[in-house]
């Protein structure tokens, strides 16, 4: 009866490993045919070999772009910028030769003490401004430019 129990034992230990081993081994298959994650649009500009970096002040808090002309697009960090008032939007534009071109808006809920927002097509644009905007943001500037930030 003691050799029944220690023989019970051994298979149950010997079937654990067992089930480990191919669960493991399973894992490793599912890794290796899984591909690789492509870099992230942050990731790709910060390795840019041409990358640059300009900051200033925007409406009492700190505006950062990182940006790479190679790879035509930027990403802005903002830290400890109030929100907009409700029912207005900041509005960032892209001024090149062509006037500003809107960039995109961030209402009061997108504006968080650290906020990022990505800058594609960047093209020959020398500066990113902001105004605020009504509503949902305008086709042109209605708002003064309270920030700019060169991008030569």
Not at 22 to 48: E, H, N, Y
Not at 66 to 82: C, E, H, I, K, Q
Not at 89 to 95: C, E, F, G, K, R
């Amino acid at each position: 009866q003691h050799i029944v129990r220690r023989s019970r034992w051994r298979t149950a230990v010997l079937a654990a490993a067992a089930a480990i081993v191919v669960g493991l081994a399973a894992f490793g298959a599912g890794s290796a045919l899984r591909p690789a994650p492509t870099p992230t649009m942050a990731a790709q500009i910060m390795a840019a070999p041409d990358v640059r970096t300009v900051s200033g002040q925007l409406a009492g808090g700190t505006a950062t772009v990182v940006f790479s002309r190679d790879m035509d697009a930027g990403m802005l960090v903002m830290n400890n910028v109030p929100p907009p008032s409700q029912g207005t939007v900041y509005q960032m534009w892209l001024l090149g030769d062509r006037g500003p071109l809107s960039a995109g808006t961030m209402n009061t809920a997108a504006v968080a003490p650290s906020t990022t927002a990505m800058l594609p097509n960047l093209e020959n644009s020398r500066a990113l401004a902001f105004t605020v905007e009504p509503g949902n943001g305008s086709p042109q500037p209605t708002g003064k430019i309270f920030a700019k930030l060169s991008l030569s």
